[in-house]
């Protein structure tokens, strides 16, 4: 299905728009890039030639349980807490990460300084639910695409009120139900990254923990983006 795409001219305006959506259902997806389409990580890899992607997928998932137990404080249950830590850290999943907050994907759309517009990716209706129980090999679904609310297996994902969507043909762009897309014009990303702030969106609230402390005090000090 084709996307609907909008412009949106203000903070104001974005207020406007997100009243129209169904708070029960909808999910939100900040992008840095209004170019960029729904497409995991898993599907972006430049896998060799001689390689299945589902084959790739699963070998570097093992590798990343056996390796990562070390650094964990937390140990994830099954391979659906696996792929959420796994998405969190950086590793190329079928997973793309959403949030219930408007603000938080507004913020993600403009919190790096780029070239072009940003925009804001729009669920606005009812997902089926994966259930790990039922589910218990992720990587060898097939079908549609799944919403998966996780266990708060990190602090981020709690202040970034996370969940995602779990795609079983990870190359393919996801479009197969009615997706929004409000984009964000550059010349509105630095007005609307210092709004943010003044809600109390910013990177310290976003990444808990020193790391993201010390890039907000840095960003709060500096003239920059």
């Known amino acids: 299905m084709p996307v609907q795409e909008e412009t949106v001219k203000s903070f104001h305006d974005l207020h406007n728009r997100v009243q129209t959506f169904d708070p029960k ?68 999943t079928r997973l793309l990460d959403w949030t219930r907050n408007p603000l938080v994907a507004a913020y993600f759309s403009v919190r790096n300084e780029a070239d072009g517009d940003s925009a804001i990716y729009v669920i606005n209706q009812e997902m089926s639910v994966v259930d790990p129980e039922e589910w218990k090999k992720p990587l060898d679904m ?63 609230s976003m990444f808990p923990g020193l790391d993201g402390l010390a890039k907000h005090i840095e960003w709060m000090n500096e003239d920059s983006y």
């Open 25 to 92: 259902f909808v999910i939100y997806r900040g992008v840095s890039k209004s170019t960029y389409k729904l497409v995991a990580k898993a599907g972006r890899m430049k896998v060799r030639p001689e390689f299945r992607h589902g084959d790739i997928e699963k070998h570097i998932l093992e590798t990343f349980k056996k390796q990562a137990v070390l650094f964990l404080e937390y140990v994830p249950k099954n391979d659906w807490e696996w792929l959420a830590v796994a998405q969190h850290h950086g590793l190329p």
């Open 142 to 204: 097939g079908g549609l695409a799944w919403r998966y609310i996780p266990s708060h297996v990190t602090q981020r994902l709690i202040a970034q009120n996370g969940l995602f969507t779990f795609h079983p043909e990870p190359t393919k762009p996801y479009d197969e139900i009615d997706i929004h897309k409000l984009v964000i014009p550059r010349e509105l990303r630095r007005e609307l990254k210092q709004q943010l702030y003044r809600y109390g969106v910013h990177q310290a």
